[in-house]
Nanobody
Framework: QVQLVESGGGLMQAGGSLKLSCAAS????????MAWFRQAPGKEREFVAT????????YYADSVLGRFTISRDNAKNTVYLQMNSLKPEDTAVYYC??????????????????WGQGTQVTVSS
């Protein structure tokens, strides 16, 4: 069982930066692939970024490639999302997710077993 708690969301002007954190409980955190998804009002949950258990491989949605960076610290049971050059269209609730198994790059919600409660990110123009 893995429990996920996100933090770091907030209000930011366009062009600014935010760093989200996701703290995971459970001894086997390092064996899970981790990801960030987001959901804007009235829209479906969409993939943002994912990272392999080892941290050696990452994969991003085209909409955030070059602006966002996913990373993890297995010693701290934490995954991060550094978001730079924020745009108003990045406004959403951001969710952290964990997957035990699956075919890389694991960019669909159904591939994830555990989810956090979400953190709101609002980008003003």
């Amino acid at each position: 069982q893995v429990q996920l708690v996100e933090s770091g969301g907030g209000l930011m002007q366009a062009g600014g930066s935010l760093k989200l954190s996701c703290a995971a409980s459970g001894r086997t955190f390092s064996s899970y692939a981790m990801a960030w998804f987001r959901q804007a009002p009235g829209k479906e949950r969409e993939f943002v970024a994912t990272i392999r258990w080892s941290g050696g491989s990452t994969y991003y949605a085209d909409s955030v490639l070059g602006r966002f960076t996913i990373s993890r610290d297995n010693a701290k049971n934490t995954v991060y999302l550094q978001m730079n050059s924020l745009k108003p269209e990045d406004t959403a609730v951001y969710y952290c997710a964990a997957s035990r198994v699956g075919s890389w790059p694991l960019n669909y919600p159904y591939e994830y077993d555990y989810w956090g409660q979400g953190t709101q990110v609002t980008v003003s123009s």
